[in-house]
């Protein structure tokens, strides 16, 4: 942590750790959920028409561009996890200005300060 900066405190941390927990544990029940719209697709012919085969194809894709944001989302938080034990969590990563607590109560994963953020 850097001197001088008034970060998150210690209650505040614990609360966005139990988020992010959180947000993990709603991640793992939507895999399971996901995966069966992941399944290959069936080639037969008879059994689903062209255009059903089709829907098929359609919501497999998407349910793998489902699986991605959340791969994504979950390295985020795994990431912040890492922060809130390093002791780093609440500064942002690229200027080490902290992070105001209301950005990190809509997004306790967020590297960055706003300003930073925006560009």
């Known amino acids: 942590m850097m001197p001088g900066i008034a970060a998150v405190n210690e209650a505040q941390t614990a609360r966005f750790a139990a988020m992010i927990r959180a947000a993990l544990a709603a991640l793992d029940e939507e ?30 894709a998407m349910a793998r561009a489902g699986q991605a944001r959340r791969d994504a989302r979950r390295r985020a938080l795994l990431a912040a996890l890492a922060r809130i034990e390093s ?3 609440g500064y942002c990563e690229d200027c080490g200005e902290s992070i105001a607590p209301a950005r990190l109560a809509l997004d306790p994963a967020a590297p960055r300060c706003i300003s930073c953020a925006s560009g």
């Open 87 to 89: 002791g780093d969590f």
């Open 31 to 60: 895999d399971t959920l996901g995966r069966e719209g992941q399944a290959t697709v069936e080639l037969d012919q008879q059994s689903v028409g062209r255009l059903s085969r089709m829907d098929a194809l359609q919501s497999q």
